[in-house]
T-cell receptor, first 113, second 111 residues
């Protein structure tokens, strides 16, 4: 089984709808991240969490919120989806005690109509 | 703005040739990492080089870091068609905190 999983893998929604993207990990890492990827722009950090009680904004947090329900779960919500939030979303984890590498999930492709 | 910028944006070579990708960044770093992404898939970590290192090797990968020029290069030797992917550099300003990614180089290796 994959160490970092994301659900759903693909989602189509309409403008104004609230949606949640979920990330789960079995790596036992404390640190989790949400990124979005747009063509030609690489990955940009939305939010990150260093433990269950820690939430930090990244570069582009406006229009998004997160919830760290447990060490293994980190959810990203779009409160009122808009078309320019159409992107590929990635969750990642890391454990600084085991090195600085981040481990990525397979991604969620989101289309907002 | 992106911390890392990669060059070239796209590179097309023949199988067996070497591929070199470059990354420049703006501020002092703790380490620099290279990741690979197959089309539409998650990123996979390739190699990490720390600010006090100048060169690292891993299999067919060779990474260099020049902190005076704030640049790094990734060399893939004897490329294979399976190396076709996007390659991203990512800078870590404070060990293990957060990464800032470049825009990537799309490498195509033709059989």
């Amino acid at each position: 089984d994959a160490d970092v999983t994301q659900t759903p893998r693909n989602r189509i929604t309409k403008t104004g709808k609230r949606i949640m993207l979920e990330c789960s990990q079995t790596k036992g890492h404390d640190r989790m991240y949400w990124y979005r990827q747009d063509p030609g722009l690489g990955l940009r950090l939305i939010y990150y969490s260093f433990d269950v009680k820690d939430i930090n904004k990244g570069e582009i947090s406006d229009g998004y919120s997160v919830s760290r329900q447990a060490q293994a779960k980190f959810s990203l919500s779009l409160e009122s989806a808009i078309p320019n939030q159409t992107a590929l979303y990635f969750c990642a984890t890391s454990d600084p005690l085991a090195g600085e590498t981040q481990y990525f999930g397979p991604g969620t492709r989101l289309l907002v109509l | 703005s992106q911390q890392g910028e990669e060059d070239p944006q796209a590179l097309s070579i023949q199988e067996g040739e070497n591929a070199t990708m470059n990354c420049s960044y703006k501020t002092s770093i703790n380490n620099l990492q290279w990741y690979r992404q197959n089309s539409g898939r998650g990123l996979v970590h390739l190699i990490l080089i720390r600010s006090n290192e100048r060169e690292k090797h891993s299999g067919r990968l060779r990474v260099t870091l020049d902190t005076s020029k704030k640049s790094s290069s990734l060399l893939i030797t004897a490329s294979r068609a399976a190396d076709t992917a996007s390659y991203f550099c990512a800078t870590d300003l404070t060990s293990g905190s957060r990464l800032t990614f470049g825009e990537g180089t799309q490498l195509t290796v033709n059989p």
